[in-house]
């Protein structure tokens, strides 16, 4: 559908691993018979750049956009209804006053053990002084001339 430059450019702005659900769903819509949609719908977060990748194949730019704002707007509008229905009912806001809070058991705080460093000591290290040792200067140079036979 789209030439590779162009591929890369709208998958970089449509990056959005929240979306994945969402492009999961019309990827589904799209292309059924995509073997990789059972894999992409056990973590669709995970998945969310391959889903959005092989959607491009398969639908243009706006309508990727249009599909997660009509997603997006839906759940709103739900949850606007389900708030006009609770406050007209007085058996919910019941329910809400029967309800006793939770004590919170709190656990023993354990206390931080202090750090005990050990310090190394440098006594067992004799100090540098800069000469040569004996079993250094026992070793033979090799010569570096040559002698022709």
Same mark, same amino acid.
């Given at each position: 559908m789209y030439s590779f430059k162009?591929? &890369?450019?709208? $998958? #970089?702005? @449509?990056?959005? +691993?929240? %979306? %994945?659900? &969402?492009?999961?769903? @019309? @990827?589904?819509?799209?292309? +059924?018979?995509l073997s990789t949609v059972s894999m992409f719908s056990r973590n669709p977060k995970r998945y969310a750049d391959d889903i959005? $990748? %092989? @959607?491009?194949?398969? %639908?243009?730019?706006?309508?990727?956009r249009n599909n997660r704002r009509t997603v997006e707007i839906a759940p709103v509008q739900d949850t606007e209804k389900n708030i006009s229905k609770s406050t007209n009912s007085p058996k919910v806001e019941k329910k809400k006053a029967n309800r006793t809070p939770k004590s919170k058991v709190e656990k023993p705080k354990k206390e931080p053990k202090p750090d005990t460093e050990k310090s190394k000591s440098t006594k067992s290290i004799p100090p540098s002084t800069? #000469?040569? /040792?004996?079993? &250094?200067? /026992?070793? +033979?140079?090799p010569s570096s001339t040559t002698t022709e036979s």
């Open positions: 162009e591929k &890369q450019k709208h $998958y #970089t702005e @449509l990056r959005n +691993p929240d %979306a %994945a659900e &969402q492009d999961l769903e @019309l @990827l589904r819509k799209k292309q +059924p018979e959005l $990748y %092989a @959607l491009l194949d398969v %639908a243009e730019r706006d309508e990727i800069g #000469t040569i /040792s004996p079993i &250094q200067e /026992s070793k +033979p140079q």
